[in-house]
Nanobody
Framework: QVQLIESGGGLVQPGGSLRLSCAASGCTSQTYAMAWCRQAPGKEREFVAGISWNGVTIVYGTSAKGRFTIAREEGKNIRYRQMNNLKAEDTTVYYC??????????????WGQGTQVTVSS
């Protein structure tokens, strides 16, 4: 069983930056692809960015391109997502996800509890 714990959310002003972290633990968690998704109230969950287990393949959703980056810390089960130039519409709950293969949508086996990001002046 893979457990995911997100951190780094909070309040930030428009144009500011945040770095979200996802710590993974559990059986063979180092070989899992991981991703960040988000879900605003009343809306469907949206894929934001994903990274393969070895960091070789990285994919971004439309909302993330050019502003967000995803990376993994070598040798550790921690994945980061740097968000720059944040906008009010980025306000939502962000979820870390893990699965046996990199998916360009929501096809992941494990999910964290989510971390709230609020962009407001």
């Amino acid at each position: 069983q893979v457990q995911l714990i997100e951190s780094g959310g909070g309040l930030v002003q428009p144009g500011g930056s945040l770095r979200l972290s996802c710590a993974a633990s559990g059986c063979t968690s180092q070989t899992y692809a991981m991703a960040w998704c988000r879900q605003a109230p009343g809306k469907e969950r949206e894929f934001v960015a994903g990274i393969s287990w070895n960091g070789v393949t990285i994919v971004y959703g439309t909302s993330a391109k050019g502003r967000f980056t995803i990376a993994r810390e070598e040798g550790k089960n921690i994945r980061y997502r740097q968000m720059n130039n944040l906008k009010a519409e980025d306000t939502t709950v962000y979820y870390c996800a893990a699965g046996t293969s990199l998916d360009y949508g929501l096809g992941y086996n494990y999910w964290g509890q989510g971390t709230q990001v609020t962009v407001s002046s």
